[in-house]
């Protein structure tokens, strides 16, 4: 089994190789639940959708997250109405949103929502999320504090960030399988995705970065910046926000503690001495993920790792 942490589209281009060249039924994919808000009463959960859309191969890769062929007519009569409109919530996509909400009021655990959810989809992968307590990532700007959707989607990344917060997550617990899964796993697998916003709340959930440090298993991740931009997202900002170096080398600090191997960009050679130096064995090799091939390959390079 290989456990994997995953954001959002970041991470969705490598478990899509991966998925591609391993059994899916070998992995066990953990998700940040930190994205996850209430839109129109509705809970939202992007991070484990769009792994899941991925994972099913109904995920939208060209925008990176919704339903290939969504359509959008509900949330433009909802515009219509003087209704917030401006998460693109799809047609296709509102049933995920509307059957989750449905089984959490039913009284099902997040994981057991996300449970039915992938097998109705006949996805083979575990999918997790960190915890199903409500853990929130909120970003700090000059005008106050505010969720990470109206950050990154309302607000286009525009606003000035002076911090972020995962509010509720020294109280949270993870998931049943999540710690299990990194103690047992062959190999675990860092996905490029943000160490900020997608990998952090991860992080931070009690018990999970222990877990990391101490499971026998080999640690292994693949940086999402190149060249000290993020790949997608804001990342960069972000890092920059909080003080880290935004660059490869600051991605492999902030794992430093259970990492044993990063995969950075061959554009990044030069950071190699830094990298080793935090004891972490660094290989340098094509992690840009444009093409269905680049994601195969990539996955390949990791898997050789394992
Ligand atoms: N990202 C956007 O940039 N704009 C959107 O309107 C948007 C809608 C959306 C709907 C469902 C969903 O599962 C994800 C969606 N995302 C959208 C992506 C998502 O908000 C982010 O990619 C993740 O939270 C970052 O990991």
Not at 37 to 61: C, K, N, R
Not at 152 to 167: M, N, P
Not at 217 to 229: E, K, L, T
């Amino acid at each position: 089994m290989l456990a994997v942490l995953t954001g959002g589209t970041g991470g969705a281009k490598l478990i899509q190789g991966l998925s591609l060249e391993t059994d899916p039924a070998e992995l066990v994919i953990v998700c940040n639940t930190g994205d996850d808000f209430v839109f129109h009463g509705l809970h939202i959960s992007p991070d484990l959708d769009t792994t899941t859309y991925t994972l099913a191969g109904f995920a939208d890769t060209e925008r990176g997250w919704g339903i290939k062929g969504d359509t959008f007519a509900t949330l433009e009569w909802i515009g219509k109405y003087g209704g917030e409109s401006w998460f693109k919530v799809g047609d296709r996509d509102l049933a995920t949103h509307l059957t989750r909400t449905r089984l959490l009021n039913e009284g099902l655990t997040l994981t057991q929502a996300t449970e039915k959810i992938r097998k109705a989809l006949g996805v083979r992968s575990g999918i997790l999320p960190m915890s199903d307590d409500k853990v929130e990532t909120r970003i700090r700007t000059p005008a106050g504090e505010i969720s990470f959707q109206e950050y990154f989607v309302k607000e286009r990344w525009s606003s000035e960030v002076s911090g972020v917060a995962y509010a509720g997550v020294a109280k949270s617990r993870a998931v049943p399988g999540v710690v299990e899964a990194i103690r047992k796993a062959r190999a675990v697998i860092v996905c490029p995705s943000n160490p900020v916003t997608s990998i952090g709340p991860i992080l931070a959930v009690p018990g999970v970065r222990q877990a990391l440090e101490e499971t026998p298993a080999r640690v292994i991740g693949v940086s999402p910046i190149i060249q000290g931009a993020a790949v997608t997202g804001p990342a960069d900002k972000l890092m920059a926000a909080m003080g880290m170096e935004a660059s490869s080398f600051g991605v492999a600090k902030a794992y430093a503690d259970f990492l044993d191997t990063f995969v950075i960009a061959p554009e990044d050679s030069s950071q190699r001495n830094r990298i080793e130096a935090l004891g972490v064995e660094t290989v340098a090799t094509a992690i840009r993920m444009n093409s269905l091939d680049d994601k195969k390959r990539s996955a390949r390079e990791v898997l050789a790792l394992v």
